[in-house]
């Protein structure tokens, strides 16, 4: 792998608000992927295979696909996928089941693995490819394909494919709505101007988490991370503890807020970093909670917040993320602000992303 510095996040995250109000809107405008199929009139469930930042887009938005397809809706593992969920298959259980292969890449090993066993165990059902690539693996073995290729891959992954595989699920999630006659909690019009209103935010989401750059490195105390939140945040949380690890080698990890509360909280140091995803909706109050204790106990609490939401939290220091909001959609720009301060903790650091600056990679 070549170099990858730091820099490379910053590239990619100037293309963001052309992203948001152009090219991500596009993908909702792409052609039907299922027509006439008969699978929609009896479906139950919904399987999404991933890798890496795959998977966390396929989590950070389950709860979305839910309330707006008004199926069953189960993320999991590719390689989890092949070697234990295929096993409990039966051919009744696939006709009622839609797989969806998402990859980035549109080669991940295990995504194509699991699609291949799939269709060769049921070729008369379903299998989606959602793909950053044009061509790639996860195409070839799909009967069905929605493209989310965007102008630019990116030379960093997932910075912004990540978000492209969110929408390109949605966009799924609406189709089967749309089919089913299902009248969920948003429509495709209503997040094609979520999306579209969410570029004017992003700018400035940027531009805070820069001016707080000093201020979060202060806080780190040079141990771990860990990012909490629950529901729609939970998927967000594994993305961002996924991009600091890749970024800057810090380790770091995502985790429920009341699973970190039950188990983790009880680590050592207790002066690392917390960052928690404070969402007016179902879980803000049992965030508001933990940040509370957990500052008591000595951590450093860092809020990720849209505007206004939090600033009764106790917090070490906030991160706010402007635009509008929705609980269910906040996962589609959430991840922005520690996305950027990865970059600037492997600066700190004079870390390459990855370890390309040294010869682990290639022992990988």
């Known amino acids: 792998m070549d170099l990858k510095s730091p820099n490379l996040v910053y590239e990619q995250l100037d293309t963001y608000e052309t992203l948001f109000s152009t090219e991500l809107p596009k993908i909702l405008k792409h052609s039907p992927v299922f027509g006439n199929d008969p699978t929609l009139r009896h479906l139950q469930t919904v399987y999404v295979i991933g890798d890496g930042d795959s998977l966390y887009a396929a989590i950070a938005v389950e709860y979305a696909f839910r309330h707006i397809s008004g199926v069953e809706y189960i993320p999991v593992p590719a390689f989890e996928f092949t070697q234990y969920s295929l096993q409990g298959f039966t051919a009744e259980k696939a006709r009622r089941s839609i797989l969806i292969g998402v990859s980035a890449s549109g080669g ?80 495709r019009k209503e997040l094609e101007d979520y999306i579209v209103s969410s570029a004017v935010g992003v700018r400035k989401t940027i531009i805070e988490a820069d001016e707080k750059t000093k201020d979060i490195l202060n806080l780190f105390d040079g141990s771990f991370i860990t990012f909490v939140g629950s529901g729609p945040s939970h998927g967000t949380a594994l993305f961002e503890a996924a991009k600091i690890v890749e970024t800057s080698g810090i380790y770091a990890y995502g985790q429920d807020l009341e699973e970190w509360n039950h188990v983790e909280g009880f680590a050592y140091p207790v002066e690392s970093m917390l960052v928690i995803h404070p969402n007016i909706g179902q879980a803000f109050k049992r965030a508001e909670n933990l940040a509370k204790s957990a500052q008591e106990l000595g951590h450093k609490i860092v809020l990720v917040a849209h505007e206004n939401h939090a600033k009764e939290i106790p917090n070490d220091c906030i991160l706010t993320v402007y635009g509008p909001y929705n609980d269910f959609l906040s996962p589609l720009s959430a991840f922005i602000p520690f996305t950027f301060l990865s970059a600037k903790l492997a600066e700190k650091l004079g870390r390459a992303m990855f370890h390309t600056d040294t010869d682990i990679w290639g022992r990988l």
Not at 135 to 159: C, Y
Not at 167 to 172: D, E, K, P, R, T
Request: glycine share 10%; proline share 5%.
């Open 108 to 187: 991940s090993p295990f995504v194509v693995d699991a699609m291949q066993k799939y269709r060769a165990a049921f070729p008369d059902c379903p299998v989606v490819s959602i793909c950053g690539k044009v061509g790639g693996e996860i195409e070839k073995n799909a009967n069905k394909i929605f493209s989310v290729q965007l102008n630019e891959l990116g030379r960093t992954p997932g910075i912004r494919t990540y978000s492209a595989s969110m929408v390109g699920l949605l966009a799924i999630a609406c189709e089967i709505a749309e089919a089913r006659g299902f009248n969920g909690s948003i429509t």
